[in-house]
């Protein structure tokens, strides 16, 4: 039914790079906004990245942004987050999820949600 799917996470170096992927199916994928959302131990789920339903247009956290890129690939029903230059703060769980409301980093209007993967940045 309704499922996002995350993959690709794993234990990488500072500096290092990781592909996500998040597979989705159960519903019109091209119709909606997929965001990246990730979640440390004991802190509140933030919004990383976003991309609109055509991939025409991204929003990226502050925090990512020149290191991240979001991209789609709608024939395949699948969202990607490639994580350059990574650093211990980017550690946590990452999530993707489905909105149909614009281009938002607010996890409130996100409607499914995948399982999450788990991302270690450490020497």
């Known amino acids: 039914q309704l499922q996002l799917v995350e993959s690709g996470g794993g234990l990488v170096q500072p500096g290092g790079s990781l592909r996500l992927s998040c597979a989705a199916s159960g519903f019109t994928f091209n119709y909606y906004t997929i965001g990246w959302f990730r979640q440390a131990p004991g802190e509140e789920r933030e919004g990383v990245s976003c991309?609109?339903?055509?991939?025409?247009?991204?929003k990226y956290a502050d925090s990512v942004k020149g290191r991240f890129t979001i991209s789609r690939d709608n024939a395949k029903n699948t969202v990607y987050l490639q994580m350059n230059s990574l650093k211990p703060e980017d550690t946590a769980v990452y999530y993707c999820?489905?909105?149909?409301?614009?281009?938002?980093?607010?996890?409130?209007?996100?409607?499914?949600w995948g399982q999450g993967t788990q991302v270690t940045v450490s020497s």
């Open positions: 999820a489905r909105t149909w409301f614009g281009l938002p980093l607010d996890r409130g209007v996100y409607d499914v």
């Open positions: 991309i609109s339903s055509s991939g025409g247009s991204t």
